[in-house]
């Protein structure tokens, strides 16, 4: 059974561990090794990952099958892309869970606790950034009534990408 819970300073590690885990599952195959490496070494470091669920501000989610990490989303009030500019709205930073469990129902409760908790804090809009190439995610949020409306660039390494910015009305 999958349960959804909050997180807390003291899983700090874990998140961290988790998204270090997940974030190279889902992309390494798609990317150089040396990218990939000089992300993981310089962009998304354990200690960085660990202060950011630290952070008061970010609001983090876990999923646990049998007490087992396989799932997390990490939920955050950030300035506005262009085209939500004055827009109620949160960002969904990140929402992953391990290849071992996709297709398990994961993906579907946090998302659902994505929209339970941005509608307890009133948010009217609820978005997010996705790879261009990484269509099985983008599929999924398409699912949940995402729309595209607009772009920006990522940097993975030296390697600058397009994630496509993705929203939804929560009205």
């Not at 501000?57 to 892309?81: Q, T, W």
């Not at 009133?122 to 599929?139: C, F, M, Q, S």
């Amino acid at each position: 059974m999958i349960s959804i819970q909050n997180v807390t300073n003291r899983e700090a590690e874990i998140i961290a561990d988790l998204s270090r885990q997940t974030f190279y599952e889902t992309f390494a195959a798609f990317n150089s090794k040396n990218d990939m490496d000089k992300f993981m070494n310089e962009q998304f470091t354990k200690e960085q990952l660990i202060q950011e669920v630290q952070d008061s501000a970010n609001i983090f989610f876990v999923a646990l099958d049998e007490n087992k990490p396989v799932g997390y989303l990490f939920l955050r009030e950030s300035s506005n892309p262009e085209g939500l500019e004055n827009l109620n709205s949160i960002e969904i930073a990140r929402i992953y869970s391990v290849n071992s469990s996709i297709g398990t129902g994961v993906g579907k409760l946090l998302m659902e606790k994505c929209f339970e908790t941005a509608k307890k804090i009133n948010k009217k809009i609820i978005w997010l950034g996705v790879w261009e190439k990484n269509t099985r995610a983008i599929n999924f949020y398409k699912k949940w009534g995402f729309e595209k409306f607009g772009e920006h660039s990522f940097l993975l390494g030296d390697d600058v990408q397009k994630d496509w910015l993705m929203k939804k009305s929560l009205e």
